[in-house]
Nanobody
């Protein structure tokens, strides 16, 4: 499984960014795909995930109403539209696939939100 994330960068507080993740190397009907993040000195946390079986979505409480996850099955891609960004959203964001109990990670993309 290969995951290639992109779209991070520097943005002012209140701004928006869109992260993209291209997934390849697997085919399965049952997996979750989405985004985690890790801020300096903190543990990695789930941000938003999609369940492939029914396209149900999960959002961490701290991003609900601000972030939107979507996917393009034809491109095997998942996106995270981030709006109303806050300084506390600053972190390295990782694309993740969880499949049959195994986690696969892409290289992170850094999101920095300045005041």
């Amino acid at each position: 499984v290969q995951l290639q994330a992109s779209g991070g960068g520097l943005v002012q507080s209140g701004g928006s960014l869109r992260l993209s993740c291209a997934a390849s190397g697997f085919s399965s009907d049952y997996y979750t795909i989405g985004w985690f993040r890790q801020a300096p000195g903190k543990e990695r946390e789930a941000v938003s995930l999609i369940n492939s079986a029914d396209d149900s979505t999960h959002y961490a409480d701290v991003v609900k109403g601000r972030f939107t996850i979507s996917r393009d099955n034809a491109k095997n891609a998942v996106y995270l539209q981030m709006s109303s960004l806050k300084r506390e959203d600053t972190a390295v964001y990782y694309c993740n696939v969880r499949r049959y109990g195994s986690d696969y990670w892409g290289k992170g993309t850094l999101v920095t939100v300045s005041s």
